[in-house]
Structures are given as structure tokens and as C-alpha cells.
């Protein structure tokens, strides 16, 4: 299991393909490996967003992302997953966050990665501020 918040933006597709060469799954175990990647929009609430500042609560969330992490690995019956989340200044097009879950079967990846996400979509502890044109906004969810 990779948790991982990150200050640098990353490549999700790399990140997908090294973990899967390094982490120990043997070739053949496992049928599916789910993933999502969220990036920034560059418009939200009819708004162009020029950039966003993403913040987290150094310690607490990361220990927040592997209780979630440790219940879907066991609900779900995952063989391995992976978080990567990105912290900082990110531009429009950017990837922000990067869940990847592999199992015997693609119902238990797909439903186990949603749940992950639909975690750190809602109840996380991070924080987003858009920067607008002619504004700066906090963003609820």
C-alpha cells in the first residue's frame, strides 16, 4: 500500500506503472486494477479558475488516508491500493489526486477505488482556495 501527499506535481500514469512493477503483486494474481484521476478544472461555479492552492493538515490526514485506506483494503477484498494526493500551488489541467486499486475482480476495484475517493471528496481534511481573475474563494467540496 502507497499513501502519499505531495507538494510536486506527478504523472499519474508512471506512478500507476512503477508502483505495479515494485510493490510485490505477483504477475497473474490479481484481474483488475481500478484507477481515478482528478485534475484541476479551470472553471468552476461559471468562474475561470486561474490556479488553486490546495492545503491538508500535516499528520492528521495522512493518518485519516490509511485508516480509509485499511477499510477498503478489507470491504472490498483489495490485493493493494495506492493514494496519491497533490498539497500547494496547482495550474489548470494539473492531476490533483490519483487512487489506484487492484483485486481479483473489477467489481471490488472499481467499487473499492470509488469509495476512497468519494472519502476524500467529502471528508478529508483538505482545503481548496481558488484563485480566481479578480477574486480568491475557499471551495466547500
Not at 31 to 60: E, P
Not at 61 to 77: M, R
Amino acid at each position: 500500500m502507497l499513501i502519499e501527499i505531495r507538494n510536486q506535481a506527478f504523472d499519474p500514469w508512471q506512478e500507476v506503472s512503477r508502483y505495479q512493477e515494485n510493490c510485490g503483486l505477483v504477475a497473474g494474481s490479481y484481474g483488475a486494477c481500478a484507477t481515478f484521476v482528478g485534475t484541476l478544472r479551470d472553471f468552476n461555479q461559471g468562474d475561470k479558475v486561474k490556479r488553486m492552492r490546495l492545503t491538508h493538515y500535516q499528520g492528521m490526514t495522512e493518518h485519516q488516508l490509511s485508516k480509509i485506506a485499511e477499510q477498503a483494503l478489507s470491504q472490498y477484498q483489495l490485493l493493494d491500493l495506492m493514494i496519491v494526493h497533490r498539497v500547494g500551488d496547482l495550474n489548470p489541467n494539473e492531476p490533483i489526486v490519483l487512487v489506484a486499486a487492484w483485486s481479483a475482480h473489477r467489481a471490488a476495484a472499481f467499487d473499492g477505488c470509488r469509495e476512497i475517493m468519494e472519502y476524500l471528496k467529502s471528508r478529508a481534511t483538505f482545503w481548496k482556495k481558488e484563485i480566481l481573475e479578480s477574486e480568491q474563494r475557499w471551495v466547500s467540496q
